[in-house]
């Protein structure tokens, strides 16, 4: 099974209002990153949380970590419509030989309605 | 500067056909990485590639994929013989490094194919 699981699978509010996104994981990380999909097609790094912290800011977004819950959320704020994408979370294992290999989640669809 | 590429944008070929999807990374990188998504579904790692050390091959899905780097740079990912179900988009993404990680990856545009 995919190591991140997501929650909502969909996501759809009014311009303005906060988005919320939650992500589950299974194993022990070196870091969480959250990344953004336009279009089915390449995806973009929002931001990166290493194991070792609980919180980080991007502009309007937020990443929290818990690693004793293996949960991490993203809030973006006072969202726009062209925050419309698929967001997925993406674990990099720790133990063994870690080649930065990443596992990803199911993803997110967040619908900003002008 | 540049970002990663890949060839073609879009595919589409008969069931039975062999491909060839190519990837540039962004100069420098030493870790790439291959992907596949299915519609409406999360990435699916296929292999990974850092440097001159030995590819982890072990989320390739069959036999009928296999990769190749060349020089550190140029990456070719072939499926022989296609069937239906290897209809997706491919996305190649580059890093810095792999090992230890904590490096982004940069993804490159994908390639979508579709086998009929």
């Known amino acids: 099974s995919q190591q991140g699981e997501e929650d909502p699978q969909a996501l759809s509010i009014q311009e303005g209002e906060n988005a919320t996104m939650n992500c589950s994981y299974k194993?022990?990380?070196?870091?969480l990153q959250w990344y953004r999909q336009n279009s089915g097609r390449g995806l973009v790094h929002l931001i990166l949380?290493?194991?070792?912290?609980r919180e980080k800011h991007s502009g309007r977004l937020r990443v929290t970590l818990d690693t004793s819950k293996k949960s991490s959320s993203l809030l973006i704020t006072a969202s726009r419509a062209a925050d419309t994408a698929s967001y997925f979370c993406?674990?990099?294992?720790?133990?063994?030989?870690?080649?930065?290999?990443?596992?990803f989640g199911q993803g997110t669809i967040l619908t900003v309605h002008p | 500067g540049a970002g990663v590429s890949q060839s073609p944008s879009n595919k589409v070929t008969e069931k039975g056909k062999d491909v060839e999807l190519r990837c540039d990374p962004i100069?420098?990188?030493?870790?790439l990485y291959w992907y596949r998504q299915s519609l409406g579904q999360g990435l699916e790692f296929l292999i990974y590639?850092?440097?001159?050390?030995?590819?982890?091959k072990s989320g390739l899905p069959s036999d009928r994929f296999s990769a190749e780097r060349t020089g550190g740079s140029v990456s070719t990912l072939t499926i022989q013989r296609t069937q239906q179900e290897d209809s997706a988009v491919y996305l190649c993404?580059?890093?810095?490094?792999?090992?230890?990680?904590?490096?982004?990856?940069?993804f490159g545009p994908g390639t979508r194919l579709l086998v009929l």
């Open positions: 194993t022990s990380i070196n870091n």
């Open positions: 949380i290493r194991s070792n912290e």
């Open positions: 993406a674990t990099e294992t720790s133990g063994g030989t870690s080649y930065g290999k990443l596992t």
């Open positions: 993404a580059s890093s810095l490094q792999g090992l230890a990680g904590r490096m982004t990856q940069y």
């Open positions: 590639f850092q440097g001159n050390s030995a590819p982890d």
């Open positions: 100069s420098g990188h030493t870790a």
